[in-house]
């Protein structure tokens, strides 16, 4: 049985490193973001139209032929789970995993598991000063609406995404990789170490691998995570971004988070 590995996380929190350093191992299946649990997120309704299922059914068929999976017809959510699992085992029939990273899929953990109970989940976390930086940074590239490009939109959304990486997180089934010490020299081998235990595969963090493997999973449009991922594993770049009363709010959550 091929084992899924859901890489989620808050945007810009370091899930496109993470993925390519996974995908330098060639027993490994991995493809660009799909959003395909978001885009068919409708049939969560309790009362869903013939009109509703449709548009949901054509939003993941343009998804699928854009990154090159085959179509995903489905009348629910179980259904949807079950249906790209199925299409990820075939496409990488021959690898011992296949990682689907799309950060927005941190919602749905939880009917994951209950669907493929033999799923692994690689959490994804950076420190809230340089991931809220980055995010707003990117928002006009992202067709962000004006509120969701407010450093308090952020803010709250940086909340929200690390308090369901603590709830979801467990030891049996998932692991917990901070950006912050992946892409610090002192402690890169260290962190990379982790992956390779709870993934029970060597990984590499050579600079020709990791472009390789990035090759693999941008698209031609997402010309930002180019830039990051052209010099293999980057540096902590410096924090231009400071909200004292938020990181004074935050302070507990962060501590709990480092543990």
């Known amino acids: 049985m091929i084992i899924p590995i859901f890489i989620v996380g808050m945007p810009r929190s370091g899930t496109t490193l993470v993925q390519s350093i996974v995908g330098t191992n060639n027993e490994v299946g991995i493809i660009p973001e799909t959003h395909i649990f978001n885009l068919g997120k409708e049939i969560f309704k309790p009362y869903l139209s013939l009109r509703e299922l449709l548009i949901s059914n054509f939003r993941i068929y343009r998804q699928c032929r ?16 079950i249906g790209f699992d199925k299409v990820m085992s075939k496409k990488f029939i021959n690898s011992k995993f296949y990682v689907e990273k799309t950060p927005l899929h941190l919602l749905y953990v ?37 509120l969701e490009s407010t450093k308090l939109s952020a803010e709250i959304r940086w909340l929200r995404d690390n308090y369901l990486i603590i709830n979801q997180f467990r030891n049996d089934d998932s692991v917990i990789i901070s950006y912050d010490n992946l892409v610090d020299p002192t402690t890169t081998t260290k962190t990379i170490q982790k992956l390779e235990r709870f993934l029970g595969i060597p990984l590499s963090s050579d600079k020709r691998s990791l472009q390789e493997s990035a090759k693999k999973v941008v698209l031609k449009d997402e010309s930002w995570k180019v830039n990051n991922l052209n010099s293999g594993v980057i540096p902590k770049r410096k924090n231009n971004y400071q909200n004292k009363n938020v990181i004074a709010n935050f302070k507990a959550l962060l501590e709990l988070l480092e543990k």
């Not at 799923?119 to 962000?144: E, G, H, M, P, T």
């Open 66 to 81: 854009k990154i090159g999976i085959k179509v995903i017809i489905f009348k629910d959510f179980r259904k949807l789970i």
């Open 110 to 146: 939880d009917q994951i598991r209950e669907v493929l109970p033999h799923a692994r989940f690689i959490f994804v976390r950076r420190n809230i000063n340089d991931n809220i930086q980055s995010y707003l940074k990117l928002n006009s590239k992202w067709n962000k609406s004006l």
